[in-house]
């Protein structure tokens, strides 16, 4: 029904013990995903964003020219290639291109550097790959971006309404808030029907396992909808330079200053190495171990 490797992935999403894991695949004969709802209702595991341990190496980098802003994140198979020069100038060679041309596809990247991409893995003596990139072209704004931690985050946002310096400054500081806060969404209105649904039936689940009473979990609910709001959706966050005000707050304190209509429109944030996993023996053996194989 079930393997010691499924059990290790239910794990590494949603930090719970061992025995937790395989009790809800258990429950749920096998099935990942309702595996780590069953965890949830339980109050064991964490509403999972974007819960795969981040384990691969390489570093995310970003060019702005003008309007347009370009985020990439490209791998290698060490932290010391990562941090090598001659990886580094690859790495900017790859968002130059992205600025420099129309790229639609992260398949059309890949093809475009192919050459370049087997010369630097011959020269740095590692498989080194082109994840994934981001372009904004910002046609009633600006481009900002921001690289955390020497390229293990990067953000990329386009702020509409103004190109001043002003506007500048408080783009930067977006840009610092997605590092730091982790939004999935700009507002709560990009939260899909079936995302916050989904949610609503976890959140009802825990409040029933929590032994509250039926009569008013759906109030309690809603007040979870809310809390969910502040945590997923950018606007709705406490500005982390002072949480007295919001993201949406903030911006409106900063178009009122300058007479101007300024909107956040998009933003990307790339966490280096999300999603990727690394052999991991020892945490493979904990696993048998504690499964008595």
């Known amino acids: ?50 819960a795969s341990r981040i ?12 309007n347009v802003g370009a985020l990439v994140e490209v791998n290698c198979e060490t932290d ?36 370049e991409t087997i ?17 904004y072209t910002a046609e009633n704004g600006l481009v900002e971006a921001y690289i955390h931690m020497g390229g293990k985050v990067g953000v990329l946002v386009e702020l509409e309404g103004c190109t001043c310096d002003k506007a ?14 982790k939004p999935l969404y ?5 939260v899909p029907t079936e995302v916050l649904e989904h949610e609503k039936e976890i959140l009802k689940a825990q409040a029933l396992n929590e032994g509250k009473p039926a009569a008013i979990v759906d109030r309690m609910v809603e007040g979870r909808v809310k809390k ?20 949406e707050k903030l911006v409106k304190k900063y178009g009122d200053e300058m007479g101007k209509t300024l909107s956040i429109k998009r933003f990307t944030r790339f966490e280096m190495g999300e999603g990727l996993e690394k052999r991991n023996d020892d945490f493979a053996a904990e696993v048998a171990a504690q499964m008595g194989k």
């Open 80 to 115: 010391f290639v990562a941090k090598g020069d001659m990886y580094l100038e690859f790495v900017n060679s790859v968002a130059d291109y992205v600025i420099n041309n129309e790229v639609n596809s992260i398949e059309e990247l890949v093809s475009a550097k192919q050459e």
């Open 55 to 66: 384990a691969a190496e390489g570093v995310v980098a970003s060019k702005v020219v003008g």
């Open 168 to 181: 500048k400054e408080l783009a930067h500081d977006i840009a610092l808030q997605i590092a730091a806060a």
């Open 119 to 135: 010369n630097a893995t011959a020269k740095i003596g590692e498989k080194i790959s082109i994840r994934r990139f981001v372009k």
């Open 228 to 247: 969910y709001y502040e945590e997923a959706c950018l606007l709705n966050q406490a500005f982390v330079k002072d949480p007295s005000i919001t993201i």
């Open 1 to 50: 029904m079930f393997t010691n490797k499924d059990i290790m992935e239910l794990r590494k999403k949603t930090g719970a013990g061992v025995a937790d894991c395989k009790k809800a695949l258990e429950n749920t004969n096998g099935d990942m995903d309702k595996a780590v709802d069953f965890l949830r209702e339980k109050g064991i595991a964490t509403a999972a964003k974007k």
């Open 186 to 190: 700009v507002c709560s209105c990009e």
